[in-house]
T-cell receptor
Framework: ETGVTQSPTHLIKTRGQQVTLRCSSQ?????VSWYQQALGQGPQFIFQ???????GRGNFPPRFSGLQFPNYSSELNVNALELDDSALYLCASSPGGQLPTDTQYFGPGTRLTVL | DAKTTQPTSMDCAEGRAANLPCNHSTISGNEYVYWYRQIHSQGPQYIIHGLKNNETNEMASLIITEDRKSSTLILPHATLRDTAVYYCIVRVATGNQFYFGTGTSLTVIP
């Protein structure tokens, strides 16, 4: 069974650019959540996709957008990058999407640096 | 969302039990308590979760008070590899979103 994978591992962009981060969910999982983790902070929920539909969103501006594909992999897109977007971006997958006992399994993250 | 309060940091001697407390006084009756840990700059790792009964797995034990306002994660025999930030999370009942706090930084001392 393959776990959650993310690409790329590291990324450097400049302010104003756009970035796409990718996540492959664990086999059998149909729900993907994205989190942003700034240095020294806990992960902050960005949004979640369940069966290709957005299923909840945290307090992030519209320039953070996402997509989930039929194979349940997902992309996180960030437009008009700002310096404060520098963070570790984490993807987590879970099997059911709605059950209160669904456990999320995290990938290793993508480290984004905005210069 | 129910908030959690955890100590910022703790130390534990190698081989001893590590007891990590968490307060969640506003938890609702159908909200679960989850624990994750994060070793430096890696993705968070699931440890255990529970509703109201005590739970145990191969990694840890979770003790939830009868009023459910607090819980304790117990690592029975801490090793150096248990050094990490431990997050206590109350899982919202109506969705699948996790809201992390700043966690407890546990250092296991040789």
């Amino acid at each position: 069974e393959t776990g959650v994978t993310q690409s790329p591992t590291h990324l450097i962009k400049t302010r104003g650019q756009q970035v796409t981060l990718r996540c492959s969910s664990q086999s059998g999982h149909n729900t993907v959540s994205w989190y942003q983790q700034a240095l020294g902070q806990g992960p902050q929920f960005i949004f979640q996709y369940y069966r290709e539909e957005e299923n909840g969103r945290g307090n992030f501006p519209p320039r953070f957008s996402g997509l989930q594909f039929p194979n349940y992999s997902s992309e996180l897109n960030v437009n008009a990058l700002e310096l404060d977007d520098s963070a570790l971006y984490l993807c987590a997958s879970s099997p059911g999407g709605q059950l209160p006992t669904d456990t999320q399994y995290f990938g290793p993250g993508t480290r984004l640096t905005v210069l | 969302d129910a908030k959690t309060t955890q100590p910022t940091s703790m130390d534990c001697a190698e081989g001893r039990a590590a007891n990590l407390p968490c307060n969640h006084s506003t938890i609702s009756g159908n909200e679960y308590v989850y624990w994750y840990r994060q070793i430096h700059s890696q993705g968070p790792q699931y440890i255990i979760h529970g509703l109201k009964n005590n739970e145990t797995n191969e990694m840890a034990s979770l003790i939830i008070t009868e009023d459910r306002k607090s819980s304790t994660l117990i690592l029975p025999h801490a090793t150096l590899r248990d050094t990490a930030v431990y997050y206590c999370i109350v899982r919202v009942a109506t969705g699948n979103q996790f809201y992390f706090g700043t966690g407890t930084s546990l250092t296991v001392i040789p």
